[in-house]
């Protein structure tokens, strides 16, 4: 087929968050910058845990998976992404945040059971971070879909960038930086052997 549409894009612009072609520069290299974020933090991530066999347990696991997941959406055609999450729509957003409000009851009610108050404080502070992110996402992603499509305005495409963008540019941060095995694993994996002689 070689008479095919050989069309190419010379420039891309951000439409429907601004018209001014000054802002749409700006969001650019902002969403450019964010993009480029989530890719380095998820496969760093993916690569440490590969690497470090000291992190090779579940929960490493489902990091390592969540952060290729994260990066098939950062990488893809958004296009098919919207039309799955159409599709299935209800089913799987209210599923899974039904097992997650079941999931945070039964912790604030372990964690109100800990006699220190101490404990208490490091017990919320490190479930904390893991909630903002999971209400940014379901209540981004709530308000955008589970709304008749006709009603979709400006604040609802604030809305996608936030849960398109934003949270999985947040994950390397929230689940990651944050872990004191993950830091030792992204050491040996980027200084390799000096870190190693400094540990």
């Not at 502070?125 to 909630?131: M, N, P, Q, V």
């Not at 609802?156 to 830091?183: E, G, Q």
Request: proline content about 4%; aromatic content about 12%; some cysteine.
């Amino acid at each position: 087929m070689h008479g095919s549409n050989q069309s190419g894009v010379s420039e891309f612009l951000l439409l429907g968050i601004s018209e001014s072609p000054e802002q749409q520069r700006i969001l650019f290299w902002m969403f450019l910058s964010m993009y480029l974020v989530t890719v380095v933090g998820n496969v760093l991530i993916i690569l440490a845990i590969s690497f470090d066999p000291r992190l090779h347990t579940p929960m490493y696991f489902f990091l390592a998976n969540l952060s290729y997941v994260l990066l098939r959406l950062a990488c893809s055609n958004t296009q098919v992404n919207h039309m799955v999450l159409i599709a299935t729509g209800c089913f799987i957003f209210l599923t899974p945040l039904g097992f997650m409000i079941m999931s945070y009851v039964r912790i604030v009610r372990t964690i109100l059971q800990i006699p220190s108050v101490t404990g208490k404080y490091k017990a919320f502070s490190t479930c904390a971070s893991h909630l903002a992110v999971v209400s940014l996402f379901y209540g981004t992603l709530g308000m955008v879909y589970l709304q008749p499509l006709q009603t979709y305005s400006m604040k609802d495409s604030v809305a996608t960038v936030m849960y398109a963008v934003v949270t999985p540019m947040m994950n390397p941060f929230i689940y990651s930086l944050r872990n004191k095995d993950m830091h030792g694993a992204l050491g040996r994996l980027l200084l390799g052997k000096a870190f190693q002689r400094l540990t």
